[in-house]
T-cell receptor, first 117, second 113 residues
Framework: NAGVTQTPKFQVLKTGQSMTLQCAQD?????MSWYRQDPGMGLRLIHY???????DQGEVPNGYNVSRSTTEDFPLRLLSAAPSQTSVYFC????????????????FGPGTRLLVL | GEDVEQSLFLSVREGDSSVINCTYT??????LYWYKQEPGAGLQLLTY?????DMKQDQRLTVLLNKKDKHLSLRIADTQTGDSAIYFC?????????????FGKGTKLSVKP
């Protein structure tokens, strides 16, 4: 298994450009999520999905869209990039929603480093 | 909203024990986690503890939970240079329709030879 993969690894955008960060997992996990990591801020949840066709907002959803047409893929779209979206983005997945308890290990991808000029 | 707090830095000598502390505000917390992030990598789950436990030990790692004070700690025995990383405390929060993790800001552990 490749686990959780993210592309691209690095990206530079100009303000106003749009782009999609890709995330895929091959573990047949139902639960997938996107976080952003900023210096001194820890990880903050952007959006999450508990299964194909179901998404919900996290703590910081503004400026981002998601969709979940398949179990494997959970892309994150920046509609009009802003410098405030410069960050490291992590995708994560687990077999089921975390409400099932601590035994649900959440697997993280390697991250996408985004710079918005 | 719920909050998780950690000190930002910890420096220890190789072979010493490291203790990383975390406090949380969620009074209905059920599971608490410790994740490790090495430079340039994603997060790796180290261990977790259920709220009805006081202690959990896993090889060199010991997790202590004081539910009354909402205080969690991670002790790493015989700390090695390979333990240098950022350690995140996280709380499983049920504020939304599903449980999600609330992360602390992370504690950067530096291990000096």
């Amino acid at each position: 298994n490749a686990g959780v993969t993210q592309t691209p690894k690095f990206q530079v955008l100009k303000t106003g450009q749009s782009m999609t960060l890709q995330c895929a997992q091959d573990m047949n996990h139902e639960y997938m999520s996107w976080y952003r990591q900023d210096p001194g801020m820890g990880l903050r949840l952007i959006h999450y999905s508990v299964g194909a066709g179901i998404t919900d907002q996290g703590e910081v959803p503004n400026g981002y869209n998601v969709s979940r047409s398949t179990t494997e893929d959970f892309p994150l779209r920046l509609l009009s990039a802003a410098p405030s979206q410069t960050s490291v983005y992590f995708c994560a997945s687990s077999y089921s929603a975390l409400t099932s308890g601590g035994q649900e290990t959440q697997y993280f991808g390697p991250g996408t480093r985004l710079l918005v000029l | 909203g719920e909050d998780v707090e950690q000190s930002l830095f910890l420096s220890v000598r190789e072979g010493d024990s490291s203790v990383i502390n975390c406090t949380y505000t969620d009074s209905s917390s059920t599971y608490l986690y410790w994740y490790k992030q090495e430079p340039g990598a994603g997060l790796q789950l180290l261990t977790y503890i259920f709220s009805n436990m006081d202690m959990k030990q896993d090889q060199r790692l010991t997790v202590l939970l004081n539910k009354k004070d909402k205080h969690l700690s991670l002790r790493i025995a015989d700390t090695q240079t390979g333990d240098s990383a950022i350690y995140f405390c996280a709380d499983l929060n049920y504020g939304g329709s599903q449980g999600n993790l609330i992360f602390g800001k992370g504690t950067k552990l530096s291990v000096k030879p």
